[in-house]
Every structure is written in C-alpha cells, then in structure tokens.
C-alpha cells in the first residue's frame, strides 16, 4: 500500500529552467493538493484539486501551473524556477475538502 | 495558530512526563480542527481531528481538547517518549473552506 508518494525527492535547478514535481496517491481520493512549506511561512496552499480536470488557485499560485488529467496524478510544474521558489513541496490527498488530509514525504527543491 | 516567524516556540519535556502542546485559532466559524506531527525530512502526519460539536477526543495516547469561548485548541500527549520529538501543528477548516495551518511548536523529549 504505497499510499502517497513524491518524486523526485531532492531536485536542484537553475533559474529560469522549467521544473515539473511528481504527486501519485493509491487511495482514489478525489482531492489533492499542492503546498509549499517555508520558515515563517508554515504551510501555504499553492494549488488543488477536486477531482480530474478540476484545479482551483490556493493562497500562493503565481509561477505554478497544475494539471489532473488522471485522479491518481497531480504533478505540479514551475514554468520558469526562481530563487524564491526554493522550497519544500508537499503534496496531500483528501477524499473531501473538509476531511483530514494525507501529506507525500516531499521534495526538497533548491534553484540556483 | 499563526505563524512564529523563524524560530518555532519549542517545548522539551522529559520522557514519561506528559506534554500539553496549544493552538490559538483564528476564525471562530472553524468547525473542524486536526492535530498533524512533522518529524524531521518527512510529510506532514495525520493525528487526531475534532468537530466543533465536541470538546474533547481521545486517541492511543494523545487527547484533543476544544475550547470554542477562547479558540483555543490543545494536543495532550501521555507518557511522551522518545519517538514523539516532532513538530506538532493544528489546522482549522472554516465552513467547508479549505484548511488553514498554524506554524507549529517543537517538541523536545529528553531521555
């Protein structure tokens, strides 16, 4: 039972370059999010999903691009990385928006 | 809870002892409430949730208490041990909304 999962882990990258972070959960749950975790900041919603095809601005979307063609897969691409999207990425899924949601390990990116 | 800033508020105790750990909300229409713990280089973990129509909920070792007068919310952990050394932080969900997450307090367990 891989539950959710996150790749790749540790990614480092230029400025300017197109990056794209991977999000797979096995439980079937119709929501997913995108969070980004920074000191000072906690933990603040990028972007979500409700269900395939359906993705909704969090609170810090600017610079991010989303898509959910299929509800197990929620990847999350940063068109043109800068430095201030240097960051840990968590991806949760949820079976509603008012339930308790489930966090991926991570991924730890780094835009030199 | 709102966010501390850089240094999260830290809390050690020594192991055995028992360890209240507290959030301040901020939207008296939250109506759901979670407990989450992040130990180091890993993804947040569910621990125990609570609906505004309760006060208290007990779980293997951790109870959550709601106090909707003051919004407050506290974590109670049992017999901390080693293993429990994390950083703990609520979330709140306002009227469907989605969550909101507080900044979190460190946990220290001495041995």
């Known amino acids: 039972d891989a539950g959710i999962t996150q790749s790749p882990r540790y990614k480092i990258t230029e400025t300017g370059r197109q990056v794209t972070l991977m999000c797979h959960q096995t439980w079937s749950h119709s929501y997913m999010f995108w969070y980004r975790q920074d000191l000072g900041h906690g933990l603040r919603l990028i972007y979500y999903?409700?269900?395939?095809?359906?993705?909704d601005k969090g609170e810090v979307p600017d610079g991010y691009v989303v898509s959910r063609s299929k509800t197990e897969n929620f990847p999350l691409t940063l068109e043109s990385a800068t430095r201030s999207q240097t960051s840990v990425y968590f991806c949760?899924?949820?079976?509603?928006?008012?339930?308790?949601?489930?966090f991926g390990p991570g991924t730890r990116l780094t835009v030199t | 809870g709102e966010s501390v800033g850089l240094h999260l508020p830290t809390l050690s105790v020594q192991e055995g002892d028992n360890s209240i750990i507290n959030c301040a909300y901020s939207?008296?229409?939250?109506?759901?409430f979670i407990w989450y713990k992040q130990e180091s280089g890993k993804g947040p973990q569910f621990i125990i949730d609570i609906r505004s129509n309760m006060d208290k909920r007990q779980g293997q070792r951790v109870t959550v208490l709601l106090n909707k007068t003051v919004k407050h919310l506290s974590l109670q952990i049992a017999a901390t041990q080693p293993g429990d050394s994390a950083v703990y932080f609520c979330a709140e969900n306002n009227a469907g909304n989605m969550l909101t997450f507080g900044g979190g307090t460190r946990l220290m367990v001495k041995p």
């Open positions: 949760a899924s949820s079976r509603d928006r008012v339930r308790e949601q489930y």
């Open positions: 999903s409700a269900a395939a095809d359906i993705t």
């Open positions: 939207n008296s229409a939250s109506d759901y």
